[in-house]
């Protein structure tokens, strides 16, 4: 039978992690490894400095003790399977919040899947898009349907083709905050160019301390010329599912580098 991993940055108890393993669970056997609380924007970022205690919530059910997703992705492929065996998958999420544009290098939940293609395991992140700050994931009617379908299509044809994707590259998805009868479909998008703004608040407490809160910022972004980012995809009743790689360098500057740096020598 075909096996699952799946983690998230929402926490071990998260909606969206719950949404996403009844979604799978008819599909592959599933195993959960996910933080103790909230990790957004955690980035890819691996706990060196005190040791990590992961506790069995329930069967193939763990949970780790303030943990990063890159953390329990880590853990968990090192420890819980046997030497020489490896999930057919990671999935991370379903985060509560878009994970579009530059955002990918600020996400824990992008970081779970690319702790897992780092380790040789295909992976996917899946990320609900809201309308207004999220502030309508509290509401008891919401169902993760969108999200919840596009995922299980996409991991079944995954099971009956293979991975569409070489090493070191995964599957990042972002779902528009519409019903499965509102959606468009599915668009392949590139990574868009997000906008960012200073949405800080300082504050003093009782002491006369100074603290300062960093806010969350509106989905603002460069239109592109073809309509093709992440953001416009979203925007226009799509999901979305951006192909993202692990190499950072920018080749296309190698040679303009290379002259730069030797101007001048002879």
Not at 212 to 222: S, T
């Amino acid at each position: 039978m075909r096996q699952i991993l799946l983690t998230n940055d929402d926490g071990f108890d998260a909606i969206g992690l719950k949404a996403l393993i009844e979604a799978l669970a008819p599909l592959a056997k599933i195993l959960v490894v996910a933080p103790v609380k909230n990790k957004s924007a955690c980035g890819h970022s691996l706990t060196l400095d005190k040791p990590l205690k992961m506790d069995n919530v329930s069967d193939d059910y763990y949970r780790i003790d303030d943990g990063t997703p890159t953390d329990c992705v880590f853990i968990s492929l090192n420890n819980l399977f046997k030497e020489g065996f490896k999930p057919d998958l990671v999935i991370s999420g379903i985060n509560v919040g878009a994970n579009m544009g530059e955002d990918i290098t600020y996400s824990g939940t992008a970081a779970g899947a690319m702790e897992a293609v780092l380790q040789g395991v295909p992976a996917i992140s899946i990320s609900q898009v809201c309308k207004d700050r999220c502030q309508e994931i509290k509401e008891a009617s919401w169902d993760f349907a969108l999200a919840k379908k596009t995922i299980a299509d996409i991991v079944k044809k995954i099971f009956e083709n293979k991975f569409p994707l070489e090493q070191r590259r995964f599957l990042n998805i972002n779902i528009p905050p519409i019903s499965v009868e509102e959606c468009k479909g599915i668009k392949i998008t590139k990574a868009g160019y997000r906008e960012y703004g200073n949405d800080t608040h300082r504050h003093y407490n009782p002491r006369g301390e100074e603290f300062y809160w960093i806010g969350l910022h509106p989905l603002i972004w460069q239109e592109s010329i073809d309509k093709s980012c992440d953001f416009e995809a979203i925007k226009a009743n799509y999901v979305s599912i951006t192909p993202v790689k692990l190499d950072l360098t920018s080749y296309e500057d190698i040679d303009k580098l290379n002259i730069w740096i030797n101007k001048g020598e002879k």
